[in-house]
């Protein structure tokens, strides 16, 4: 398909530049799309739509359409340089799927679902496009006619183990039957070995995406930590000072008064400590019964199996050059 040749081409370059554009008005369309369909598709089965899906703003596309709509852009470019001249209908077809990951991602970062219709659109590309690959003889996606049976089963195998395994651990589900699901319909399109390339891809994204979350909130809450006043200073001194004279049993006498304050302020102290301590115990109780994001609780990963599978297109040729490379070192 060789890209840069391509690109070096009037054609090549027009279609690429048209690329952006195209990128643009599709990543409205998500959003005016996520705005329109019915509520129930952004709600788990036999739960009622809460008010703001029924009758408010679902999603704005300022600001976060706008970084969505530069990737959306940068995704259709290296795609059409994938796949160019000769290859038109690979590139139609995949830049539907690479929309159809941006509804998916949206929907789950947003409301912790993947409504089935936009993985069911995605599994009719994905048979649509294998048929094409294996009738035309191109194999560039399956070299076998079993290669789609091999990665639907392989992906969605994979996923209801991980979901197993948080069952285990965690005694409640890892993740949605919604991954396991949209991994089947990823798996017919990517084939095998594509499926496991696409599955170790997903891994890595989500996993560089938790270590920047936790570095950046770690500098976040360190610069976040409230410096005292001076007035609050000189009331920490003073209480300091007053204890130390009381610990220490110096020879100067003590007021009363100041122990009776002091022992006070010890017996405030451990009732708010208390307080704190319980309250923060209902907190992460009401957290986990709300299925909040954290340990043991649901994992949104479809975005990152979206994420992996717009990566394995649109890096098509350097991911096969990577597993190659790797493989060979075991011949």
């Not at 979350?213 to 360190?222: A, P």
């Not at 008064?257 to 307080?275: F, P």
């Not at 394995?312 to 070192?329: E, G, K, P, T």
């Amino acid at each position: 398909m060789q890209p840069l040749s391509y690109l070096n081409t009037p054609a090549g370059l027009v279609w690429v530049i048209l690329c952006i554009p195209l990128g643009i008005a599709l990543t409205a369309l998500g959003y005016l799309i996520i705005n329109r369909i019915p509520a129930a598709w952004l709600c788990d089965y036999n739960e009622t739509p809460s008010e703001e899906l029924l009758n408010g703003q679902r999603v704005r596309f300022f600001p976060s359409g706008i970084p969505l709509a530069v990737m959306m852009a940068v995704c259709l470019m290296l795609c059409r340089l994938q796949f160019n001249k000769g290859f038109d209908i690979y590139f139609i077809i995949l830049a539907l799927v690479v929309f159809d990951c941006m509804l998916i991602t949206i929907a789950d970062l947003k409301y912790q679902i993947i409504p089935d219709q936009f993985t069911i659109i995605l599994g009719v590309l994905a048979v649509g496009l294998s048929v094409y690959d294996l009738v035309r003889g191109f194999h560039i996606l399956h070299g076998a006619w079993w290669s789609p049976l091999a990665g639907a089963g392989i992906g969605a195998a994979a996923m209801i183990v991980i979901d197993l395994i948080g069952m285990l651990v965690y005694k409640r589900d890892g993740m949605g039957f919604g991954d396991v699901k949209l991994f089947f319909a990823v798996g017919i399109l990517t084939g095998f070995p594509g499926t496991i390339y696409t599955f170790i891809i997903s891994i890595i994204t989500a996993t560089i995406f938790f270590v920047a979350i936790i570095i950046i909130s770690k500098i976040v809450h360190g610069q976040s930590e409230p410096v005292p006043t001076e007035e609050e200073q000189s009331e920490i001194n003073l209480g300091s000072d007053e204890s130390s004279a009381i610990k220490s049993g110096e020879e100067k006498e003590v007021s009363p008064s100041i122990v009776k304050a002091a022992n006070a302020e010890v017996l405030t102290a451990d009732e708010t400590d208390d307080t704190d301590s319980e309250e923060e115990f209902s907190q992460e109780s009401e957290n986990e019964d709300n299925g909040s994001v954290g340990f043991g609780s649901y994992l949104a990963f479809g975005p990152y199996i979206a994420a992996a599978l717009c990566i394995y297109i649109v890096l098509f040729d350097l991911v096969q050059y990577l597993a190659n490379m790797y493989l060979s070192l075991f011949n």
